[in-house]
Structures are given as structure tokens and as C-alpha cells.
């Protein structure tokens, strides 16, 4: 049965010869992931992009599925037997790494107050700031995004330290690497945070925190206690903090965040296909577990059932 490979990707006419030189006996159907039809999906053998989970359920024939992002929560459990599951884990690494560092240094530079003033038309010194060199990072989640930042930022100057839940040698872009239950422990040292573990960052860990820490979040909204963060910030425990997610989404009108000083919101734009380098990637690793895939290799980025 000859591969119909259907592709949501975001891919220009270049690419799409790309990817019939890599499978020249394929059928090769593009589309957009909300204009995908019944019959396309049912004939698919193979899918790259981002359909609707609910959807997957009509790919009758499916036997590789590769998502367009790294998360993958949303197709758990809708995996029809049998279909490989591939996600594009590391394609954001440079997009949210360097949000994050641009957040990190906007926060010591009191940037979000500077642009409180300006707004009020005030030339008004706001005292003290802080520099990335000579300071620590603890990044909760040493993977590709984690690495990347913490590499950025030891061209900075900083010190690294990484959190991941297995730890079997060194990781680029850290000096130190602990497994995870050491959080509580290494806490009381670190400027920025980037948390990436349901319920992680409660009140308590929160104000573990040395005085005048920041805490960065670009992982899930669901990480932090947001009431505890603007409890904490209210009372200058914290010297900053910048998120990109929260809980939920559109942040509320009413939430005491929008107004606490030198915190920096963004509407989860840290990712996705905002960069030219972030979209290439996404189809490079796509292509490359395609010729894997054709010629029986093990897939790139695998996801356990």
C-alpha cells in the first residue's frame, strides 16, 4: 500500500518539493489543519502537523503521527493502536530561550516599570538593578529549551544549575545538574526560575526563594500558585518576575498581576511559529524522521504510550 502522507505543516512550494524528493512513490496531500476533510484523513498513512485530537479518531489508516509541537498532552489517550507517535520536541528551543532570556533581562533592568513611566509621561530614576553575571540560574527542566537558555546565559556570566528527573551525565549549557527532589534544597540560591512541573512552584517554594530573586515561568501556567506570587511579590520578597503562561488563559481582567510593579506578562508568545528558525526546524525534523521512517530506522522523539 503506497504512503498517502498528509501534511499540515506550515511548508512553502520549495519544501514541498523537498519532501516529495525524500518520498517520490508517496501521495503527498497539503492542507491546512482546519480545512482537513473526512477523506483526507480517513486515507492517510501518515500525518504531520497539528489536527484537532478529536479528529485523529477518522484516520482509519494512520500509521505515523508526528504533532508540530513539543507538548503532546492533548493527543494522549486518542493515539489509535498501533500508530507511531512522534512529536517535534527541541523545534522551540531558540524561541522560548531567547523570550526568556529577553524577559529575564528586561525584569533586572526594571524594563515593565520604565515602561509604567513612560506611559505617565515621568523621567523618574527607579533605583537599584540587577545583572545577569555573577549571579545563578536554576532551571527546573534541563531539556532542550532549558539547556539552550542556560547556555545563553552562562554567556552572560552566570552560574547553572539544571533540574531534570533522571540525571545520567552532564547536559550542555549547565554547570551543575541535580535531580529534581533537590528543588527545595537548591531554592535558596538562584535569581531566575523556569518552571516546568504541575504544581511545582507553591507559596512555600515560592518564598524559599532568596530575597530578591525572579522568577521566570515559560513552561505551563499550571506550575505556579498565582496568588501566592502577587502575596509574595506584594510584600518585596521577590525582585521580579515574568510569565509567559498562566492559569487560565487569557489571564483574567480582574487578576491583581496586570498591576504588580516589574512583573512581566506575555500572552504565551514564546513559542510557536513566530520565528523563521522555529518553522524550519519543525520541517527539517520532519523530514528527517520521514527517511528514517521509509527506511525502517527508529523514529526521532518518540512518544511512550
Known amino acids: 500500500m503506497p504512503e498517502v502522507i498528509l501534511n499540515l505543516l506550515p511548508v512553502t512550494e520549495e519544501e514541498k518539493g523537498e ?4 518520498a517520490p512513490q ?10 482537513v476533510t473526512a477523506e483526507e484523513l480517513a486515507r492517510a498513512t501518515v500525518i504531520f502537523g497539528w489536527p484537532k485530537p478529536e479528529r485523529l ?3 482509519k489508516s494512520l500509521r505515523w503521527f508526528q504533532t508540530m509541537w513539543a507538548g503532546t498532552d492533548e493527543y494522549t489517550g486518542l493515539i489509535p493502536a498501533g500508530v507511531k507517535f512522534t512529536s517535534s520536541s ?7 530561550a531567547e523570550h526568556i532570556l529577553a524577559s529575564l533581562l528586561a525584569v533586572c533592568r526594571r524594563l515593565p ?7 505617565l509621561h515621568e523621567w523618574k530614576d527607579r ?4 545583572c545577569v553575571r555573577g549571579s545563578t540560574v536554576l532551571v527546573v527542566g534541563a531539556g532542550h529549551i532549558g539547556s539552550t537558555f542556560a547556555a545563553m546565559c552562562q ?12 540525571v545520567r551525565g552532564t547536559v550542555e549549557g549547565f554547570d551543575q545538574v541535580f535531580p529534581t527532589e533537590r528543588l527545595d534544597d537548591l531554592l535558596p540560591q538562584v535569581v531566575p526560575h523556569s518552571p516546568q512541573t504541575v504544581g511545582l512552584m507553591n507559596e512555600d517554594r515560592l518564598r524559599r526563594m532568596k530575597e530578591g530573586a525572579i522568577l521566570l515561568s515559560a513552561g505551563r501556567g499550571s506550575v505556579l500558585d498565582q496568588n501566592a506570587l502577587a502575596h509574595v511579590m506584594g510584600e518585596g520578597h521577590l525582585w521580579g518576575a515574568a510569565l509567559d503562561v ?14 504588580i510593579p516589574n512583573l512581566l506578562i506575555t500572552p504565551h508568545v514564546a513559542g510557536g511559529m513566530r520565528l523563521e528558525i522555529t518553522r524550519r526546524t519543525c520541517i527539517q525534523m520532519a523530514q528527517d524522521n520521514l527517511k528514517r521512517y521509509l527506511a525502517g530506522q527508529p523514529l526521532e522523539n518518540l512518544v511512550e504510550g
Do not use: C
Not at 498562566?246 to 498591576?259: G, I, K
Open 19 to 22: 519532501f516529495a524528493a525524500i
Open 26 to 35: 508517496a501521495e503527498h496531500i497539503y492542507t491546512k489543519g482546519s480545512a
Open 57 to 59: 479518531a477518522e484516520a
Open 90 to 96: 527541541g523545534s522551540n528551543r531558540v524561541s522560548v
Open 113 to 119: 516599570v520604565y515602561r509604567d513611566s513612560q506611559r
Open 127 to 130: 533605583g537599584r538593578m540587577k
Open 155 to 166: 554567556g552572560l556570566g552566570a552560574r547553572t544549575l539544571g533540574l531534570k528527573r533522571t
Open 246 to 259: 498562566t492559569t487560565p488563559e487569557p489571564l483574567p481582567q480582574d487578576s491583581p498581576l496586570w498591576d
